[in-house]
């Protein structure tokens, strides 16, 4: 298993921009768009992805729109896996199952195709990854959609985890976690 060292971390972390009151007050919005327009840092992160994931037989990654899809496909490519998007509801053309999941104030949901992870073997191990986990809710959800689908969410992998709202002790139980960058 290859980690970064807190050198290396730093310098990701230097590339992440901070925006403050987005989308609505009181919120510290992390902004990956400076780090993908920084191509040796977005190289660096997707390389390291690589090396951590590449001995772990992953069939699928799956991204959660719309930033998981960023990093997911460039991942995907890297390992010669599939891709597989996971969408906010009403967006994907095919036949779908969904997932509802709770936020501060009533709910969301995530939807994937019904074949999303047809056509490889049995139960297939499946990486999810999104940009960020704050409380956890979204990556919950898509992981009870990736188990309903016939397949297993083996990994999960975040950019940043902001571990002060504890979204990691939501998934621990049910899949293997890896956050890139802790911000406390
Ligand atoms: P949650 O379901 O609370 O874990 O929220 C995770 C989702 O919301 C991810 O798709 C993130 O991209 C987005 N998100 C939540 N909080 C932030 C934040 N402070 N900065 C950037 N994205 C966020």
């Known amino acids: 298993m290859n ?13 992440i921009r901070d925006v403050a009151d987005f989308p609505q007050p009181g919120i510290v919005f992390k902004d990956i768009t400076t780090l993908l327009k920084d191509s040796n840092a977005f190289s660096f992160l997707i390389d390291h992805l690589y090396n951590y994931y590449k001995d772990k037989d992953i069939e699928f990654v799956a991204g959660i ?11 995907a490519y890297r390992l010669k896996s599939s891709f ?6 009403g967006k994907l053309p095919y036949t779908t199952i969904s997932e509802k999941y709770a936020l501060e104030y009533g709910f969301d949901e995530v ?3 019904i074949d999303a992870f047809d056509g490889k073997d049995d139960n297939p191990n499946v990486l999810l ?7 956890g809710g979204t990556a919950k959800a898509a992981i009870d959609l990736i188990n309903k689908s016939g397949a297993n969410c083996s990994n999960a992998c975040f950019i940043i985890d902001l571990t ?4 990691t002790d939501l998934l ?8 890139v ?4």
């Open 111 to 113: 939807e994937i195709h």
């Open 164 to 167: 002060f709202l504890n979204g």
């Open 129 to 135: 990854i999104d940009d960020l986990i704050a409380t």
């Open 65 to 75: 729109e719309s930033r998981g899809f960023i990093f997911g496909a460039a991942l």
């Open 3 to 15: 980690l970064l060292n807190d050198n290396e971390k730093q310098y990701l972390l230097s590339k």
């Open 84 to 89: 597989v998007p996971i969408r906010k509801k």
């Open 172 to 179: 621990d139980k049910h899949t293997d976690i890896y956050s």
């Open 181 to 184: 960058l802790e911000i406390s």
